[in-house]
C-alpha cells in the first residue's frame, strides 16, 4: 500500500507539479500585487488627506467584510455581466487575493508608519526632504521592523487561501489531486498529500514572522 | 439587463434558510472551538503527560493547512477509511478543527499575560490546580484575549463560506445553485452580495471599534 502509494504520487509528479505550479503562481502573483497595493494603501492613509481616506476606508471595510470566496464568486461570475469582461479564473483569482491582500498588508504598513514617532516626519521635512525622500529614506526604513512579521503572516494567509481558487475552476494542485482521485480512487492519500503540500509550504513562513516577531519586537 | 424583482423575492425563503443555516454552522463551529481551545489551555496548564507535547503539533498542522483540504479531507477521504459523514457534519469538524487552533492560540498568549504572582497568590492560598484555572487564570486570560477571540469568532463566521464546497445549503452554495439552475446571475449575485453585507460588515465594523478601543487585536494567520 504504501509502495503503491508513493508509486501512484511519483507517477502524477508531472500533473502534480503543473498544479503546484499553478498553486504558487496565484499565490506569489498575489503577494507581489498586494505588497505593492499594501504599501501604497499605508502611505497614501499616513498623508491624512481625507479624500483619500474616505474611499480608502471603504475599501478597507469592503474586503475586510466580505469574506473572500464571495469576492471570488463576484469577480468570476460577476466582471462578464457588469462589464462585458470576462477574466480566465487564474487571473481572476490573482486580482481578488491581489486586493484582499493589500487591503491587509495596507492596514499593516499604516500601522506600522503611525508608530513612528511624528518628530521624525516633521524633521524629515524640515531638512527639505520631498515627500518621496522622507518616505524611502526615513520612514518606511524604520517601519519595516515592525511590519514585516505580520506582512509575512498574510502571505501564508494569501497561500492559504489561494486554494480556493479552485472553486471558480482554476486546475490548481487540488483539482489535480481530484482527478487522480476520479482515475484511482486514492483519496487518502491524495488529501493527505494536499495536506503535507501546504504545510510544506505555509509552516517555513509562520516560523519565520514568529521568530522575528520575538527577536524585533521584544528585545 | 433587467432586475428580474419577481424571481428574486422568490428565492426569499431560500436565502433565510441559507442565513439560517451558515449562522447555524458559524455558531457550532464557535462554541466547539471554544471547547477545544479550553481543552487544550487546560492540557497545557496542568501540562497532561503527552498531550501537553501533542497540543502545538495539532496547532501548527490546523493553522498552516487551508480550511478548504481540511475539509475535503474529512468529506472525502474518511470515507475510504469507513467514516461516512454528512456535509454538514464534515463542515462543524473541520471548522472546529482549524478554529480550536486559532482560539488555543490566543487563550494561550492570554494565560502567558496573566502575571506569574497571580497564579502563585492562588497556590499559596491552596486553591487546587482546576480551581487555580477556573477562578484565577481563565477568567483574567479569557479579558485580556477578548478582542482577538472576537476577531475570530467573525472570521469563523465569514469562512462558513467555505463549506459551501461540500454542498452545505448556506449562502454561497444557494446562490451557485440558484445560478446553475436558472442563469439568473445578475438577480442571485445581488441577493450574495446584500445578505453578506448584511450579515458581516455590521460584525465586521463593531470588530474595527472594539479593536480600537482596547488595542490588542491581533488577527490569527
Not at chain 1, 462589464?83 to 491581489?98: E, M
Not at chain 2, 454538514?88 to 492560540?105: D, H, K, P, S
Not at chain 2, 492562588?122 to 487555580?132: C, D, E, K, T
Request: proline share 5%; hydrophobic share 55%; aromatic share 12%.
Amino acid at each position: 500500500m504504501a509502495s503503491s502509494g508513493l508509486e501512484l504520487l511519483w507517477v502524477s509528479a508531472p500533473q502534480l507539479l503543473t498544479g503546484a505550479g499553478r498553486t504558487l503562481g496565484i499565490s506569489a502573483l498575489a503577494i507581489l500585487f498586494s505588497s505593492i497595493g499594501g504599501l501604497l494603501y499605508g502611505v497614501l492613509r499616513s498623508l491624512g488627506k481625507r479624500w483619500l481616506d474616505v474611499p480608502l476606508r471603504v475599501y478597507l471595510e469592503l474586503f475586510r467584510a466580505i469574506p473572500v470566496l464571495v469576492w471570488l464568486y463576484l469577480f468570476f461570475f460577476g466582471l462578464p455581466i457588469f462589464f462585458g469582461v470576462s477574466l480566465p479564473a487564474f487571473w481572476c483569482a490573482v486580482l481578488v487575493l491581489s486586493l484582499w491582500g493589500a487591503s491587509e498588508i495596507g492596514e499593516v504598513v499604516r500601522g506600522a508608519l503611525r508608530s513612528i514617532p511624528r518628530g521624525q516626519r516633521e524633521a524629515g521635512l524640515a531638512i527639505g526632504l520631498d515627500l518621496g525622500q522622507l518616505y524611502g529614506r526615513v520612514l518606511l526604513p524604520q517601519a519595516l521592523k515592525r511590519l514585516t512579521p505580520p506582512v509575512i503572516n498574510v502571505c501564508t494567509r494569501l497561500l492559504k487561501t489561494s486554494s480556493l481558487a479552485v472553486l471558480i475552476g482554476v486546475v490548481d494542485i487540488t483539482k489535480v489531486g481530484q482527478q487522480i482521485i476520479e482515475r484511482t480512487y486514492e483519496s487518502v492519500l491524495i488529501y493527505g498529500f494536499l495536506f503535507v503540500f501546504f504545510f510544506i509550504v505555509c509552516y517555513p513562513l509562520s516560523a519565520a514572522s514568529r521568530v522575528l516577531e520575538r527577536r524585533w519586537n521584544h528585545a | 439587463m433587467t432586475f428580474d424583482y419577481a424571481f428574486a423575492l422568490s428565492t426569499l425563503p431560500a436565502f433565510v434558510r441559507a442565513v439560517g443555516v451558515t449562522l447555524q454552522v458559524g455558531l457550532i463551529a464557535i462554541l466547539s472551538s471554544l471547547t477545544v481551545a479550553v481543552l487544550n489551555a487546560a492540557i497545557a496548564t496542568f501540562k497532561v503527560p503527552l498531550l501537553h507535547r501533542l497540543v502545538p503539533l495539532y496547532v501548527e498542522l490546523a493553522r498552516n493547512t487551508p480550511l478548504l483540504i481540511q475539509l475535503f479531507f474529512i468529506y472525502f477521504a474518511l470515507p475510504a477509511l469507513g467514516v461516512r459523514i454528512s456535509g454538514f457534519a464534515a463542515a462543524v469538524i473541520a471548522m472546529t478543527f482549524m478554529g480550536g487552533a486559532y482560539l488555543t492560540e490566543i487563550l494561550r498568549a492570554g494565560i502567558e499575560a496573566v502575571p506569574k504572582a497571580q497564579i502563585e497568590s492562588g497556590l499559596s492560598i491552596g486553591l487546587s490546580r482546576w480551581q487555580l484555572l477556573r477562578h484565577v487564570i481563565l477568567p483574567q486570560a479569557g479579558i485580556l484575549s477578548l478582542p482577538a477571540l472576537f476577531a475570530n469568532f467573525v472570521f469563523l463566521l465569514k469562512e462558513t463560506t467555505v463549506v459551501s464546497a461540500v454542498a452545505v445549503p448556506e449562502i454561497l452554495y444557494t446562490t451557485k445553485n440558484y445560478i446553475a439552475l436558472y442563469y439568473k446571475t445578475y438577480e442571485m449575485l445581488a441577493v450574495m452580495t446584500g445578505l453578506c453585507v448584511l450579515l458581516f460588515l455590521p460584525l465586521s465594523l463593531l470588530l474595527g471599534l472594539l479593536e480600537r478601543r482596547l488595542q490588542h487585536g491581533q488577527f490569527g494567520s
